[in-house]
C-alpha cells in the first residue's frame, strides 16, 4: 500500500537518480527528482519532501550551501548519498546539519533502513509522541528509562553513571550516527576539552558489559574518526 511520504532525490547523474527513484517508488514512496543544486533546492523549499537525499558533488551547487540553506527554514531530515569517505568530510557532513550519510556504492536495504531511520527522527522532533519513550529494545538488548535499568539476554548489566548516559543518548538516536563532539557535549557540557579519549574508554567497559563479544559488536558501531552508531530499535 503506497505510503504517500515524499522523497527527493536530488542526483546529477541520471542513471543513479533513477536507480534510487525506481527503488523508492517500489517501496510505495513518491520520489521527487532533481539534477541541479538549484533545481532541488527550490523543490525542497517548494514540495516539502519528507527526506531529501542529497548528493554532495553536484555541477552547480555546493552541497553543503544546500544543507545550510534548508536548515535555516526547516528540519527536514537530510541523507547526504556521497563518494567522499573521508573521516573528516563525513564530520563535516554531519556537523553541516546532515542527519546521515551513506556512501557510494551502497545496497537497497541499507537505503531503506536510513531512510526510515530519518523518518523515525523526524517523527520524534515533531513529537509525534510527547510522551517520552518508553524503552529501547533490539535484540536482546533492552533499556528502560524509568526504571534507569539495562538488561542483556534477561541479565541486568551495571553501568557508571557516565556510561548510562552515553548508552541512553545513543539509544535515542539509533541508527544515526552521534559524532564524538556531539557525544562530549551531550554528557560533559560545552566547555568539556574535545579529547576522544575519555569516550574511548567508556566505550570499551560499556562494550565490556553489554556485548557478547566486544571485539564484534552488535549493538554499538564505531564509525572510525566519526562518532557511534547504535543498532535500530526492533532489528
Given at each position: 500500500m503506497e505510503n504517500k511520504l515524499k522523497i527527493l532525490v536530488i542526483e546529477d547523474e541520471k542513471n543513479i537518480l533513477n536507480f534510487i527513484g525506481k527503488n523508492l517508488e517500489l517501496s510505495g514512496y513518491?520520489?521527487?527528482?532533481?539534477?541541479?543544486?538549484?533545481?532541488?533546492?527550490?523543490?525542497?523549499?517548494?514540495?516539502?519532501?519528507?527526506?531529501?537525499?542529497?548528493?554532495?558533488?553536484?555541477?552547480?551547487?555546493?552541497?553543503?550551501e544546500i544543507i545550510?540553506?534548508?536548515?535555516?527554514?526547516?528540519?527536514?531530515?537530510?541523507?547526504?548519498?556521497?563518494?567522499?569517505?573521508?573521516?573528516?568530510e563525513k564530520?563535516?557532513?554531519?556537523?553541516?546539519?546532515?542527519?546521515?550519510?551513506?556512501?557510494?556504492?551502497?545496497?537497497?536495504?541499507?537505503?531503506q533502513a536510513r531512510i526510515r531511520t530519518c523518518l523515525?527522527?523526524?517523527?520524534?522532533?515533531?513529537?509525534?509522541?510527547?510522551?517520552?519513550?518508553?524503552?529501547?529494545?533490539?535484540?536482546?538488548?533492552?533499556?528502560?528509562?524509568?526504571?534507569r535499568r539495562i538488561t542483556v539476554r534477561?541479565?541486568?548489566?551495571?553501568?557508571?553513571?557516565?556510561?548510562?548516559?552515553?548508552?541512553?543518548y545513543l539509544a535515542k538516536n539509533a541508527g544515526?550516527?552521534?559524532?564524538?563532539?556531539?557525544?562530549?557535549?551531550?554528557?560533559?557540557g560545552p566547555f568539556v576539552d574535545d579529547d576522544n579519549k575519555i569516550l574511548r574508554v567508556n566505550m570499551a567497559n560499556i562494550r565490556r558489559k553489554i556485548e557478547q563479544d566486544p571485539a564484534q559488536p552488535q549493538y554499538i558501531f564505531t564509525e572510525l574518526g566519526v562518532g557511534y552508531r547504535m543498532l535500530e530499535e526492533g532489528l
Open positions: 513518491r520520489v521527487l527528482k532533481a539534477l541541479t543544486g538549484e533545481e532541488g533546492l527550490l523543490v525542497a523549499l517548494s514540495q516539502n519532501p519528507d527526506v531529501i537525499l542529497l548528493d554532495l558533488g553536484l555541477p552547480d551547487m555546493d552541497g553543503y545550510r540553506k534548508v536548515r535555516e527554514v526547516k528540519n527536514t531530515p537530510i541523507l547526504v548519498v556521497s563518494a567522499r569517505t573521508t573521516e573528516q564530520v563535516k557532513i554531519l556537523d553541516a546539519g546532515a542527519d546521515d550519510y551513506i556512501t557510494k556504492p551502497f545496497g537497497t536495504s541499507e537505503l523515525r527522527h523526524l517523527n520524534q522532533s515533531n513529537g509525534e509522541a510527547s510522551l517520552p519513550m518508553a524503552q529501547y529494545r533490539s535484540k536482546d538488548l533492552v533499556i528502560d528509562y524509568e526504571r534477561g541479565e541486568e548489566v551495571h553501568l557508571t553513571p557516565v556510561e548510562y548516559k552515553m548508552v541512553c544515526k550516527v552521534v559524532t564524538y563532539s556531539s557525544m562530549l557535549v551531550e554528557i560533559w
